[in-house]
């Protein structure tokens, strides 16, 4: 069995539903086998959701319900399916949102409540889709009732370590069914529904996948693969063949929207090949990730990747020169804040280090807290972290050379470097406005 998923862009549409319609129906010609499909939320649904949900707190209740439900009926329209799919679960979020005006206050643990309706609409359409085309047994579930538990991170949550066993313990009496499930969303123990991170379904469709053992996980975009580099950004980008599990890891982490960062944990514990593949070119091979990384000498560099509105903090202390737990106090203040850090390089007196925190707030509370140590701290906002990954990196000489030259003509200044000790990739920081200068300098170095 295969997992197939589809995100938002794939089913943004009536069109581009059939479309995705229709690949399933060859896996099923092609395999005899029944795929298990996992959707994300219609594109735009979940930011409509979010934002109406906000806007319930000011009162604003209507016509930011009235933007989802009309999105959602378009859609339905246009398949030629009744309403009534979507109308219980509408209903549900209209006074759901009604609930938020009452209280005047919407918590994390509201957020996702609100967000989960975007892949619970999506997965009832698509199973009427497939019911409407004569597949009786299709089926639309909502991941929690097959299993999927997380914690309670509301916003962000981690799927709990016996959530495999707990699918394939749930799925086992739907055996035979054409199952439709939720991505994005779980629900923790006390019943409340989690997400898990935004483009999360990516990663729920590869937990799927490790769960039920599956042959392989699909996940099919508005793209012919990982390509070289963001192919909305430069236009010669081509896809890669092959990826391996560590590269294609490296890659979304470093901000490669293509595939959420945690999509490739479950996958490689399971040794389950992951394809991405191409829903508007769907002959196109696409890329393959798995254990094994292809190596051609010629070209150790697959991919270049960026991850934008980084916030770069120097602590300066004289005081740290020789001075034994300076890091380890230095990092408990970071832990207070709850403050992720991406990228650090360290000197004689000084730490430099990156992170995705961009509230000035939360920022001036650290900087405040660090001024303790003591030492001194510098925030500077609209940083962008460049990678470029590779696995034929590890025995190159001579690429951190080209890496830095490339960007250095292109007149780009490099505000901080780094190497991990995986050594498939290289790291660096630049101001965002210089994104595209060093994404075209980097991309025709070496892919020409
Ligand atoms: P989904 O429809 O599954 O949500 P996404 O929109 O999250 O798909 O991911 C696909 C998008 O990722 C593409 O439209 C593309 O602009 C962007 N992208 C960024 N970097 C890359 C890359 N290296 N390769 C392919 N696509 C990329
Ligand atoms: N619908 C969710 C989002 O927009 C999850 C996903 O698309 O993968 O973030
Ligand atoms: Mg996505």
Same mark, same amino acid.
């Given at each position: ?7 938002? &862009? ?8 059939? !479309?995705?319609?229709? #690949? ?15 959707? *994300? ?12 949900? +906000? ?28 309403? *009534?799919?979507?109308?219980?679960? $509408?209903? =549900? ?6 609930? /938020? ?5 919407? &918590?994390? !643990? #509201? ?17 009427? %889709? ?8 299709? =089926? ?5 009732? $097959? ?34 499930? &939720? ?9 409340? /529904? ?20 599956? =042959? ?15 192919? *909305? #950004?430069?236009?010669?980008? !081509? ?19 293509? #595939? ?18 191409? &829903? ?36 300066? *202390?004289? !005081? ?12 408990? %203040?970071?832990?207070?804040?709850? /403050? ?21 707030? +939360? ?15 510098? %925030? ?24 830095? +030259? ?7 200044? $490099? ?26 300098? $980097?991309?025709? =170095?070496?892919?020409?």
């Amino acid at each position: 069995m295969k997992v197939m998923k589809f995100g938002g &862009t794939s089913l943004g549409s009536p069109e581009t539903i059939r !479309r995705c319609a229709e #690949l399933v129906e060859r896996e099923i010609r092609q395999s005899g086998k029944k795929p298990l499909v996992v959707v *994300s939320a219609h594109s735009k649904v979940t930011d409509k959701l979010l934002d109406a949900a +906000k806007k319930a707190v000011k009162g604003d209740v209507d016509a930011p319900f009235n933007s989802v439900a009309k999105r959602h009926y378009e859609i339905l329209d246009g398949l030629k399916l009744a309403r *009534s799919v979507a109308e219980p679960l $509408l209903g =549900e979020l209209h006074n759901l949102l009604k609930g /938020i005006h009452m209280v005047k206050e919407v &918590t994390p !643990r #509201l957020y996702d409540y609100v967000a989960s309706f975007g892949e619970r609409l999506s997965a009832r359409c698509f199973a009427a %889709v497939m019911r409407s085309r004569g597949h009786q047994d299709a =089926e639309a579930f909502d991941a929690y009732d $097959l299993g999927f538990m997380t914690d309670s991170k509301f916003m962000n949550a981690r799927p709990l370590p016996d959530t495999y066993d707990r699918i394939a313990a749930a799925a086992a009496p739907h055996a035979g069914k054409l199952w439709v499930v &939720t991505g994005f969303i779980g629900k923790d123990k006390n019943g409340d /529904i989690t997400t898990i991170g935004r483009s999360g379904s990516d990663f729920s469709a590869a937990i799927f996948g490790a769960a039920l053992r599956a =042959e392989e996980i699909q996940v099919w975009k508005d793209v012919p693969g990982v390509m070289t580099c963001d192919p *909305s #950004l430069i236009k010669d980008a !081509r896809p890669l063949a092959k990826l391996s599990f560590e590269e294609a890891a490296e890659l979304a982490y470093y901000g490669a929207e293509v #595939l959420h960062p945690s999509t490739m944990t479950p996958a490689m514990q399971y040794n389950i090949p992951v394809r991405v593949l191409h &829903t508007f070119d769907p002959d196109a091979p696409g890329t393959l990730i798995t254990t094994k990384a292809e190596m051609d000498g010629r070209c150790p560099v697959k991919c270049i990747v960026y991850k934008e509105d980084q916030t770069l903090i120097n602590v300066r *202390s004289e !005081r740290m020169l020789g001075m034994e737990g300076f890091m380890a106090r230095m990092f408990a %203040v970071f832990e207070k804040h709850h /403050i992720v850090i991406d990228m650090i390089a360290t000197s004689e007196v000084s730490v430099s280090l990156t992170t995705n925190i961009t509230d000035a707030a +939360k920022l001036e509370s650290l900087k405040r807290d660090l001024l303790d140590m003591p030492s001194r701290t510098e %925030v500077n906002t609209n940083k962008c972290i460049f990678a470029v990954v590779g696995e034929g990196m590890k025995h190159a000489v001579g690429l951190a050379a080209r890496t830095f +030259k490339a960007v250095a003509a292109a007149g780009v200044s $490099l505000q901080m470097i780094s190497q991990g000790a995986s050594e498939i990739n290289i790291t660096f920081l630049v101001n965002n406005s210089e994104i595209p200068k060093a994404c075209e300098a $980097l991309h025709k =170095e070496f892919f020409g």
